[in-house]
């Protein structure tokens, strides 16, 4: 069973830049694919970005290609988004997730059995 703990969210100005954590433990963390996904108010929870359990592979909606990165550090059991160049439509709850042996390109919410509690972000315009 892998517990995650968000933390990094915050109140950005449009333009400006977020570094999003997720800790990971309970498990074998680098088995794992971690998937960041965000849920405005409104809106179905959606796939920011992911990597594979092998660190190699990764995904990015399109919506974020080229602003944001998606890392981890097998070391520290963590999970990284950094988030620059933000955008107001980027304001949204972010959830960490994670699937044992997971690829970068499970982009559904259901393919993610654990998950965090959430970091809020808002972009200011």
């Known amino acids: 069973q892998v517990q995650l703990v968000e933390s990094g969210g915050g109140l950005v100005q449009a333009g400006g830049a977020l570094k999003l954590s997720c800790a990971a433990s309970g498990g074998t963390f680098n088995r794992y694919a971690m998937g960041w996904f965000r849920q405005a108010p409104g809106k179905e929870r959606a796939l920011v970005s992911a990597?594979?359990?092998?660190?190699?592979?990764?995904y990015y909606t399109d919506s974020v290609k080229g602003r944001f990165t998606i890392s981890r550090d097998n070391a520290k059991n963590t999970v990284y988004l950094q988030m620059s160049s933000l955008k107001p439509e980027d304001t949204a709850t972010y959830y960490c997730?994670?699937?044992?042996?997971?690829?970068?390109?499970?982009?559904?919410?259901?393919?993610?059995?654990?998950w965090g509690q959430g970091t809020q972000v808002t972009v200011s315009s």
């Open positions: 990597i594979a359990w092998g660190g190699i592979s990764t």
């Open positions: 997730a994670a699937r044992q042996f997971g690829s970068a390109t499970m982009t559904t919410p259901s393919a993610y059995p654990y």
